[in-house]
């Protein structure tokens, strides 16, 4: 299995700009993580999803972040308009997604600067 | 609300030193308990878990960790440590939730 899949690896572009993450999970697994990661909050959750269906959302920072999972093996994380502020490294993770057993495997991540 | 509390933000060993990374959660149950390591400009990547059973727990790469339920703790240790050690190395616990929540992270810096 090649991984967990994540697109753009680095991506620049300026503040009020669309901007869409992708992640292909591990196939088979049932539960997607998005994380981001800054220097200030650390790791934080934004999103997961069990079976394609948002579970707790909680995580995301305001209406201009949302994220999709259509099918199986993909989803994305939007964020619309984009902001100085959300320059950061985003996350995907995927897992069985049984509780107790919930071993996350990462994908590389996506570089996000937001001039 | 669970947490996890990483007190080391950086740490600076010698090659061939020994090593022991902190990490303490608050949670009023035994959760399960990870430590994962990320290696600059790449994702997580997990060393070790504890469910239950035997409080030490061997992971890849010579680590292992003790679960010490009286102390709260799930300490990372290495008897002597690579250069390849360095790197940043985060605690997580998720209890019936399916989320798993990290400390803030400790960074490795290995000295030859």
């Known amino acids: 299995d090649a991984g967990v899949i994540q697109s753009p690896r680095h991506e620049v572009t300026e503040m009020g700009q669309e901007v869409t993450l992708r992640c292909k999970p591990i196939?088979?697994?049932?539960?997607l993580f998005w994380y981001r990661q800054t220097m200030m909050r650390g790791l934080e959750l934004l999103i997961y999803?069990?079976?394609?269906?948002?579970?707790?959302d909680s995580g995301m920072p305001e209406d201009r972040f949302s994220a999709k999972m259509p099918n199986a093996s993909f989803s994305t994380l939007k964020i619309q308009p984009s902001e100085p502020r959300d320059s950061a490294v985003y996350f995907c993770?995927?897992?069985?997604?049984?509780?107790?057993?919930?071993?996350?495997?990462f994908g590389a991540g996506s570089r996000l600067t937001v001039l | 609300a669970q947490s996890v509390t990483q007190p080391d933000i950086h740490i600076t060993v010698s090659e061939g030193a020994s090593l022991e990374l902190r990490c303490n959660y608050s949670y009023g149950a035994t959760p399960y308990l990870f430590w994962y390591v990320q290696s600059p400009g790449q994702g997580l990547q997990l060393l070790l878990k504890?469910?239950?059973?035997?409080?030490l727990v061997q992971g890849i790469k010579g680590f292992e960790a003790e679960f010490k339920r009286s102390q709260s703790s799930f300490n990372l240790r290495k008897p002597s440590v690579h250069w390849s050690d360095a790197a940043e190395y985060f605690c997580?616990?998720?209890?019936?939730?399916?989320?798993?929540?990290f400390g803030t992270g400790t960074r490795l810096q290995v000295f030859p």
């Open positions: 999803f069990n079976n394609n269906v948002p579970i707790d």
């Open positions: 993770a995927s897992s069985l997604g049984v509780s107790g057993a919930n071993v996350l495997t």
């Open positions: 997580a616990v998720e209890r019936n939730t399916d989320k798993l929540i």
């Open positions: 196939s088979g697994h049932n539960s």
């Open positions: 504890y469910f239950s059973g035997d409080t």
